[in-house]
């Protein structure tokens, strides 16, 4: 069955801890008076200390306990990225309730769906748009007895306010000091502690279900590497609904760092400069983005500067990731070039960035190759919902760019006769919610995961992930075709890319759909005369078709003849969320493009 397989001792860091709560508590114990997490007050940041974010957790845990609670009941947030999302999940989870999450822009039938199928008691509800969607499904949610809102005032009925909650549990409180501390050390690493949905690229959401022993093990993991500690701060942008994202909240348990926290996207950059993080952890396309935002800042001589710093600085990154030494000239001329152009870039990144993180989807070697030159490690890792978020991931000093390197500590991974990779050990699901065939088709009987993804093992146990299993297609002269690694090589080079999907099953040659990204061809329509037009109307005209098609044609000639794009076009918008075109962690349902796309795409073939 098993081509090659790799296992890792299990070293991670010693914790006495068998559940998230009382990770958590031990936590505060450590760490009391230190910063906890930092949020946006009125556009000013203000610091928690972890003894005053327990004191919260602690009122909110005991009001759930006074609303009813049980162990392992269910309770939703429907909310983005912030503070009291944290919060809530912490409390729950210290009220031995398991969380279940809901991301912001779900559609109000998917969070009906999402709440009836896990049996959600409870729901913590962002605000009113949030609101507005349970209101108008509540026939569809007879178990659903109350919703807390994050934003806004209770109704005295079915809807309570933050505050109204926290008082609850602090009267609780009063009356059973122990209450919470109690119901926290009861839970066994086993007990249900997360329920996520995948938001899937076709079909219903399935309710992945995450015991205690899942984060506590992802935690007490990244600690064993020794590379975070009390001193660092994190920016932390991802979707909390997201294993990537929750898995972070672990690691900052186990670690002790601070967490800035603001969940809009839009503001990533920003908040890097005014917060200086020294780690974040980021899905490739926002890599991608501040890649081409900075790429595309440069102009004549500086261009000419800056090209010349990148030639260098990628000599240097080759040279020292083989263990090689820079030669003198070299090395002066990269000291120089790293006072008048590396500084810059780093310093776009706030300045004190020891190392990030890539999750969630392939992330472009070139893209990797280029920051590393610039001095910002990305350090590259793979997982699923399934796995808690890690599994893999290359380490601070031993690292390989263009793989996600080693299996975690005390996991297996095999590759299996398809070439498939499959993963074992503590991280691993227990199931799909409510699904027991899809379970026994995703988990084998002797509890190896199939993750749906082709891969490679190199002798030292870097894995390089291939692409999906699905992914794959065959044209119609018998040859096979990987969408992901052309379309990934295609963000790399070109800028004003949005997005790329290649198609080509069962035909006799690829052809490719493209979007751009609004703010990068805006400002090359600045450049060229062009300032003000409308999207719309900039990706039909002649000028960007002929700068894009210059693009496919440096594309072409890096692949095989019959990988090549024979015809393409460029789609009036950019891919978005709100179309059903992408899921929340911003993965393509190719599909659903496929499906919306299909006369178009039927029409390159046609003689």
């Not at 693009?551 to 009036?572: F, G, P, V």
Request: proline share 3%.
């Amino acid at each position: 069955m098993s081509i090659d397989s790799q296992e890792r001792p299990g070293t991670t860091s010693e914790s006495k801890s068998v559940n998230v709560a009382t990770m958590f508590f031990d936590r505060v114990e450590k760490s009391a008076q230190r910063e906890a997490f930092r949020r946006l007050e009125n556009g000013t940041w203000t610091s928690l200390t972890w003894q005053q974010a327990a004191e919260q957790v602690e009122a909110l845990a005991a009001g759930l306990l006074a609303l009813g609670v049980e162990s392992e009941q269910r309770v939703g947030i429907a909310s983005g990225t912030r503070y009291e999302w944290i919060l809530a999940d912490l409390a729950i989870m210290c009220a031995g309730a398991a969380t279940t999450t809901v991301y912001p822009t779900t559609n109000a039938g998917d969070t009906a769906y999402i709440l009836s199928d896990s049996d959600s008691r409870f729901v913590f509800a962002e605000d009113e748009a949030q609101l507005e969607k349970l209101h108008d499904n509540r026939g569809d949610l007879p178990g659903l007895e109350k919703v807390v809102l994050f934003d806004g005032e209770g109704d005295g009925d079915w809807v309570l306010s933050l505050g109204d909650v926290l008082e609850l549990g602090r009267q609780h409180l009063e009356q059973n000091p122990s209450a919470v501390r109690d119901r926290s050390a009861a839970i066994t690493s086993d007990q249900l502690a997360t329920l996520i949905y995948t938001s899937g690229t076709t079909g219903k959401p399935k309710g992945v279900r995450l015991a205690h022993r899942a984060w506590v093990y992802e935690g007490d993991t990244i600690a064993g590497f020794g590379i975070l500690d009390e001193d660092d701060l994190q920016l932390l942008w991802l979707p909390l609904a997201h294993a990537f994202g929750k898995v972070l909240i672990s690691a900052q348990l186990a670690c002790g760092f601070a967490s800035a926290i603001d969940g809009r996207v839009d503001k990533i950059v920003e908040n890097m400069g005014t917060v200086k993080p020294t780690f974040m952890g980021a899905a490739p396309r926002i890599f991608e983005k501040a890649h081409a935002k900075v790429v595309m800042s440069q102009h004549g001589v500086k261009e000419k500067l800056f090209n010349a710093a990148f030639a260098v600085g990628r000599q240097v990154s080759r040279r020292r990731r083989e263990g090689k030494s820079v030669p003198p000239p070299l090395a002066l001329a990269h000291s120089v070039f790293d006072r008048l152009v590396f500084g810059k870039v780093r310093e776009v990144f706030g300045g004190r960035i020891r190392f990030m993180i890539s999750g969630s989807a392939p992330l472009n070697r070139d893209i990797a190759e280029w920051f590393h030159a610039a001095g910002l490690l990305i350090l590259e890792g793979y997982g699923l919902t399934e796995t808690a978020a890690g599994a893999f991931i290359n380490r601070l000093e031993n690292y390989r760019l263009g793989t996600v390197g080693q299996v975690f500590d005390g996991s297996e991974v095999r590759i299996n006769d398809d070439g498939e990779v499959q993963i074992k050990g503590p991280c691993v699901m227990d199931g799909y919610h409510n699904l027991p065939d899809k379970t026994a088709e995703t988990l084998t009987e002797d509890g190896w995961l199939r993750t749906g993804d082709r891969g490679q093992l190199d002798d030292d146990g870097f894995l390089t992930i291939t692409g999906r299993l699905k992914e794959l297609f065959k044209t119609s002269g018998g040859k096979y075709v990987a969408p992901p690694a052309i379309e990934g090589r295609f963000m790399a080079m070109c800028p004003y890319a949005g997005h790329m999907l290649v198609f080509g099953e069962s035909r006799n040659f690829c052809v490719a759909l493209l979007t751009l990204d609004p703010d990068a061809i805006s400002s090359w329509a600045d450049e060229h005369g062009m300032g003000g037009t409308p999207y719309g109307e900039l990706v039909k005209s002649d000028r960007v078709r002929e700068m894009i098609g210059e693009y496919i044609d440096r594309l072409n000639s890096e692949l095989n003849r019959w990988e090549t794009i024979k015809k393409w076009a460029i789609l009036d918008h950019d891919l978005s969320i709100e179309n059903n075109e992408l899921t929340p962690s911003l993965k393509v349902k190719r599909s659903v493009v496929e499906e919306k796309q299909k006369d178009l795409l039927d029409s390159f073939y046609q003689r």
